[in-house]
């Protein structure tokens, strides 16, 4: 178990967070915030590549700056942007840094051509990686942080640039890698998380707001969701009175998503909400986030 007690970070004068008090087991969990609000420094302070200013986070029960090399032998690792040879194969740039992290050549050979295979990459693993797409990019991202089995296994923003299909892919890959390990997914895309998260955690103004499942945070605003169709001359006071989901344009009127705590029209429709309804309505002062298309 991945305990954070207590945790606050400070550069200098300015707070990043404070006070985290969060627990993981195996699963995955889906960091969901702007960017901005924290989520990479908590990451790096998981990855030790920061430390708190005050508190603890532990591993078993042992500090994991305690514990140093035999917490990083555990540790997995994809940051939001890493660094690669572009005239390396794949199997070559894996082989690299299995050498790097002190592994058998012999047994690393092994090791790459099943992670290969886990990644769907096992086809193209003596190609260059200058010749692949962002997503195989990833998934080749994927397997350096699998080189060592972790049990914990990072991601920070591993869909960023990535289409469709590809993050489908990505999703899949992680809900398969769970079963035995915890993954934390730090993320500001709903849908990466929504679909394959065990538990969502929600950042905001430096403290965690929210820690359960998607199911029980959606349910935050039921009773309270709907959608309407409004005449094109009414939306800007239809705006100032209820909080806007998302909005789509029809040809003589706009059909909004919105949230209305207070009376309630016999013409609007109640429907379920969404973590995408939910980030919007949490998040709604922070200047990166809008209401979407529906």
Excluded: C
């Excluded at 390990?181 to 929600?202: C, K, Q």
């Amino acid at each position: 178990m991945l305990v954070l007690k207590d945790v606050t970070k400070q550069f200098g004068e300015f707070t990043a967070l404070e006070n985290i008090n969060l627990e993981f087991k195996n699963g995955v969990y889906g960091l969901l915030a702007p960017n901005g609000a924290g989520k990479t420094t908590l990451i790096k302070m998981i990855v030790t590549l920061l430390f708190p200013t005050k508190g603890e986070i532990t591993y078993n029960g042992d500090d994991i700056v305690s514990l140093d090399e035999q917490y990083r032998d555990v540790l997995g690792y994809l940051p939001q942007e890493f660094g690669y040879y572009k005239q390396y194969t794949a199997e070559k740039y894996l082989l690299y840094l299995s050498a790097l992290k002190g592994i058998d050549k012999k047994v690393a050979k092994e090791k790459i051509k099943n992670l290969l295979y886990l990644v769907g990459l096992s086809d193209v693993a003596n190609k260059k990686l200058k010749t692949f797409s962002g997503g195989m990019i990833q998934r080749v991202g994927i397997a350096q942080a699998m080189l060592n089995d972790p049990k914990i296994l990072i991601l920070d923003e591993p869909t960023a640039g990535l289409d469709p299909k590809e993050r489908a892919r990505f999703r899949k890959l992680l809900t398969d890698l769970s079963r035995d390990r915890i993954i934390i997914l730090s993320t500001h895309i709903v849908s990466d998380v929504e679909s394959i998260a065990n538990e969502i955690i929600m950042i905001k103004d430096k403290k965690v707001v929210y820690k359960d499942t998607v199911a029980a945070i959606s349910g935050m605003l039921e009773g309270s969701t709907f959608e309407a169709e409004v005449p094109f001359e009414n939306v800007p006071q239809f705006r100032e009175k209820v909080k806007i989901l998302g909005e789509r344009q029809d040809r003589s009127f706009m059909t909004m998503r919105f949230i209305s705590r207070e009376g309630v029209d016999p013409t609007w429709r109640p429907v379920l909400p969404t973590l995408e309804d939910v980030f919007l309505h949490v998040y709604e002062d922070d200047s990166t986030v809008t209401g979407t298309l529906l």
